[in-house]
């Protein structure tokens, strides 16, 4: 599986010891989704799952989160890109979902936190692999050269602020 990972979210502190232990049960066990890959084009994911109300940053209501993955699509798509929305039914269909869910459970999160890290599980479960950023990040420029992932599609971290 290859994967590469671009994300931009907002600042969050988390026990880096449970985060590695949560990473270390989701990298190396990886289901895929039967689901046939229909384009040349490489693949750019994100995860979105609406907060409720009260746990959220912004002021946007859910009608402006629509609006924005519809944007974020079609600003992909036009760079050249094959855009993809997870979700958390995604994470769920991952063998370790369960086991994942309880571990985040123990920790001190709150909602945002805690889908900052099944977004991974959702990532895992995917066919092609690809690339992931947030909502909120748009292409600048084309597609990679001869669409090949960087580091030879191991799991690459471009932003060191959210898990």
């Not at 991974?120 to 909120?136: K, R, S």
Request: aromatic fraction near 10%.
């Amino acid at each position: 599986m290859s994967r590469n990972i671009a994300s931009t979210s907002a600042p969050r502190k988390f026990r880096s010891s449970s985060l590695i232990t949560l990473f270390c049960l989701l990298i190396p066990h990886t289901v895929c989704e039967n689901t046939e890959i229909t384009t040349n084009r490489p693949v750019i994911h994100v995860f979105f799952e609406p907060i409720s109300q009260g746990q959220r940053f912004t002021s946007m209501t859910d009608q402006d989160d629509a609006d924005l993955i519809h944007f974020w699509k079609q600003a992909w798509k036009q760079a050249g890109w094959e855009p993809r929305v997870l979700t958390l039914e995604h994470a769920k269909k991952h063998e370790l979902y369960d086991e994942f869910h309880k571990e985040l459970d123990k920790l001190c999160m709150d909602e945002f936190g805690k889908l900052s890290l099944l977004r991974w599980l959702a990532l895992a479960n995917t066919v092609e692999g690809g690339w992931m950023a947030d909502y909120d990040a748009f292409a600048l420029r084309g597609v990679p050269a001869n669409n090949v992932l960087e580091n030879n599609g191991q799991v690459t971290i471009y932003q060191a602020v959210a898990p």
